[in-house]
């Protein structure tokens, strides 16, 4: 499995932006699927975006489609999400995973990062 770590959430205002980095380890990545995941209080885990290491294919869901990018930078084994015109709702326990393109489940997982956005 990979390691996976997350940071760059924070506070930040309605309309605001954040960018969140999660440095991976361990093995080569370059049959993974990297994917960011989020969790409100009382709410289920929900899917954010994924990128291939390698080729770049991109996948986001709807709520954050044109507003989040995810990109990565395979020399530096890190997955970036870029957070632009964030809203309340966006609020949520972040979380990096990763799982083999053959694979149905994420196995590998970060910690988790809080992004707050207040009105």
């Known amino acids: 499995q990979v390691q996976l770590v997350e940071s760059g959430g924070g506070l930040v205002q309605a309309g605001g932006s954040l960018r969140l980095s999660c440095a991976a380890s361990?093995?080569?990545?370059?049959?993974?699927?990297m994917g960011w995941f989020r969790q409100a209080p009382g709410k289920e885990r929900e899917f954010v975006a994924s990128?291939?290491?390698?080729?770049?294919?991109?996948d986001y869901a709807d709520s954050v489609k044109a507003r989040f990018t995810i990109s990565k930078d395979n020399a530096k084994n890190t997955v970036y999400l870029q957070m632009n015109s964030l809203k309340p709702e966006d609020t949520a326990v972040y979380y990096c995973a990763a799982r083999l393109l053959t694979s149905p489940n994420f196995r590998s997982w970060g910690q988790g990062t809080q992004v707050t956005v207040s009105s």
């Open positions: 361990g093995r080569t990545f370059s049959m993974y699927l």
């Open positions: 990128i291939r290491w390698s080729g770049g294919n991109t």
